[in-house]
């Protein structure tokens, strides 16, 4: 069974990234344009992991996340925020909204791999 | 009493009937000071309220109060020196009335020895011992009557005001004295001729009752006299009486009035005083909509209009700078996005590409791939170099304090740039202090300081080495970065910490950067309260160098831009 991660991106570029990356080590990849859609798909899915983009239009990383974690089906997924880390607040709003790790824009897809994969062999 | 408005920090909320005051000052109402405890603690506004609400100067109004209470003094001082006048009349007319007195007892004395001296001319007879002096002593005493009536005379004459009562009874008198000493003279005469049994038988028969008779009218006047003298005791104390109970009164009015006028005064002036202080604290705590009335149209009045226009207008004046502030964090937020997310494009799919998630590139590829991963790099370096100073500019730079290890952060920038030093054949030395304390500031910016500073020594050092040192002394944590290169001239070493400053513009183009880093690192340093600095000799080379604070405070955030400005 090949583990699946959600990603809730709203620009194709970086979907289309992570998809790539994803599929060269055999992860299936789940894609949501916006929040809302995100946290509808995660209700329904249930994926082994989120990678949520944070800054999006109508709601944002942060609601999307708190709506997830509130959901005691989905609570238990690990969410991983890509931030810009625009501001020095960011990193204490991500953790506060309940996401488990973040990393920042723009970052190399090899250490995102690494971190997905750290995450997701945590639950075993 | 003593009030103080003192300075505080200025807080922030919006709203438009606010006003603003920034004083220091001790204001002391000395002169009623009694009278200002009072106020703070009786209610009244009835009174101080109209007295408040008259259109007049505070000078004017204190003025009219004073010459009022100055006009109560001077009325009571009048009526007190009219009670003494009054007083002092009444004395004259008591020693007048004395002086009389005394006349008067003068005439009965000398009426007494008469008829001593007739009665001792009648026994003298019956025993054959009297003579003619004897019976002229009684004469020549009626004579000295005449005189004493003289002097009463001049009594009524000098005073004028004696009632015709007395005038008459005294013209009386002297129609009695008078006619006696006829009479005496005829008894002298008879007496003289040898008929004393005649003689003796008109003092006894006419003599007798006319010293009788005078007495009568002495007794008449004197009584009418002591009547006189009892009704004017009797009137004066009733004057006293009158006039001590009207000075008491009006004594405890004068009082009363200057009492509750300086009441009335001092708390319409020290009401408003206080309601304006408290509306400057709460104004100072940030409360812009602090509801400042007061009954005043005088100067207090025109002092709290503009005390509430200006809270009014700083709480507006506020609200736009929160709004713009606002704005720029928005601004900032928008712009590292927009920046970022491009950059995550290119160098993720150049990322991708080169670890052959495409299939493995030909060989032909790999250097160009390197060339758009390395730009896309520099790019990235550049648009955050930017970033930050944007960030640092708007004031909305802010340092993430925590623990770390500056043994950590010298580590692991050494091993970024040990493989860019080989490259160039430089050798790296490193000379870190063992078992450094743990300090507290802002790990990633100094690691960013320290990247930026070691960097740049490998950047333009062409040949020889790079010296990293590290220590911990005197509180500081001191990191020193030696380099074997050009050396920077004096001019230019004051300048490449300011912004796009490089020391020699055409030969360090080509090594790239914005000359965005010096900069950025010292306002990093100076935000962790410390200090970075530049030795450096042409042709030898530089030490770059800083200090921070072993454990930076975590208020040491403040806008340097001011510092920066006055260097």
């Known amino acids: 069974m090949n583990k699946r991660v959600l990603v809730i991106e709203d620009q194709e570029d970086n979907r289309r990234l992570i998809r790539d990356l994803m599929g060269s080590v055999g992860i299936d990849v789940l894609e949501a344009h916006d929040g809302q859609a995100g946290v509808e798909t995660a209700f329904r899915e249930k994926p082994d992991l989120i990678l949520m983009d944070i800054q999006m239009p109508r709601m944002d990383g942060y609601e999307a996340t708190r709506q997830i974690k509130a959901n005691p089906d989905s609570t238990a997924i690990p969410i991983i925020a890509v931030t810009s880390y625009a501001l020095s607040g960011d990193e204490a709003k991500v953790r506060a909204a309940g996401c488990d790790d973040y990393i920042t824009k723009p970052y190399s897809p090899r250490v995102l791999l690494a971190m997905v994969c750290k995450h997701l062999n945590k639950g075993e | 009493m003593i009030f103080e408005i003192t300075e505080t920090e200025l807080g922030l909320h919006l709203n438009d009937r606010a006003g603003f005051l920034r004083t220091s000052g001790r204001y002391e109402l000395a002169v009623l000071s009694p009278l200002t405890a009072l106020a703070k603690h009786l209610p009244g506004t009835w009174l101080s309220d ?87 002593a009684p004469v020549e005493k009626s004579e000295d009557m005449m005189d004493a009536l003289g002097g009463v005379r001049r009594i009524m004459r000098r005073n004028a005001d004696l009632i015709a009562a007395e005038s008459n009874r005294i013209d009386g008198l002297v129609l009695a004295v008078t006619d006696l000493n006829k009479t005496a003279r005829l008894f002298r005469r008879t007496f003289e001729d040898g008929n004393r049994d005649a003689a003796l038988e008109m003092l006894r028969r006419d003599i007798s009752p006319k010293i009788g008779a005078v007495n009568a009218e002495l007794h008449t006047i004197t009584s009418a006299l002591g009547t006189e003298m009892r009704e004017l005791a009797s009137i004066s104390d009733g004057e006293y009486e009158a006039s001590r109970r009207w000075l008491t009164l009006f004594s405890f009015v004068a009082v009363g009035s200057a009492l509750l006028l300086g009441y009335t005064i001092s708390s ?33 009045g025109e002092l709290a209009q503009s005390v509430r226009t200006m809270a009014a207008k700083l709480g507006q004046a506020y609200g736009e700078l929160e709004a713009a502030n606002q704005h720029k964090s928005q601004l900032l937020a928008n712009m590292s996005h927009e920046l970022r ?67 950590d952060v010298v580590s692991s920038v050494l091993g970024t740039i040990e493989p860019l030093a080989a490259e160039k054949s430089l050798t790296v030395k490193s000379d870190i202090q063992e078992r450094m304390p ?44 030696t380099e074997t290169g050009a050396g920077i001239s004096e001019a230019d070493q004051m300048s490449i910490f300011h912004e796009f400053q490089q020391a020699d513009n055409t030969s360090t183009r080509a090594s790239g950067g914005t000359g ?12 962790h309260g410390g200090r970075i600095w530049v030795d450096s000799n042409l042709g030898t080379g530089s ?25």
């Open chain 2, 50 to 136: 109209p007295m408040a609400r008259l259109h007049a100067r505070i000078g004017t109004k204190l003025l009219v109060a004073f010459l009022s209470v100055t006009l109560l003094m001077l009325i009571l001082g009048a009526l007190g020196l009219g009670a003494l006048f009054d007083a002092n009349e009444r004395t004259k007319r008591i020693i007048v009335l004395q002086k009389r007195s005394d006349s008067y007892q003068q005439f009965q004395v000398i009426m007494f020895d008469l008829d001593s001296l007739y009665a001792h001319v009648f026994t003298g007879h019956r025993e054959g011992t009297v003579n003619i002096g004897g019976a002229s």
């Open chain 2, 438 to 481: 743990t300090g507290t500031g802002d790990a990633a910016r100094l690691r960013q300081v320290v990247l930026n500073i070691v960097g740049n020594a490998v950047k333009f050092t062409q040949q020889g080495s790079v010296s990293i040192s590290a220590k911990a002394e005197n509180g500081q944590f001191t990191v020193l970065v």
């Open chain 2, 543 to 567: 030490t770059f160098g800083f200090e921070v604070p072993i454990l930076a405070d975590a208020e040491v955030h403040a806008d340097t831009r001011v510092r920066e400005e006055t260097e």
């Open chain 2, 341 to 407: 997310t491009p950059m995550n494009s290119i160098l993720g799919y150049t990322e991708l590409i080169q670890d052959g998630i495409y299939g493995e590139p030909p060989e032909k590829i790999a250097d160009a791939l390197g060339r758009i991963d390395a730009n896309g790099k520099n790019l990235l370096a550049l648009i955050n170099d930017v970033l930050d100073i944007s960030k640092i500019e708007a004031g909305q730079m802010e340092l993430q304090i925590d623990t770390y290890k500056m043994d």
């Open chain 2, 268 to 300: 319409s002036i020290i009401r408003p005083v206080q309601k304006i202080r408290t509306s400057l604290r709460e104004v100072a705590d940030g409360n812009f909509e602090t509801d400042l009335k007061v009954e005043n149209r005088d100067e207090l």
């Open chain 2, 516 to 527: 965005l880093g010096l900069s950025i690192s010292k306002r990093m340093i100076e935000m």
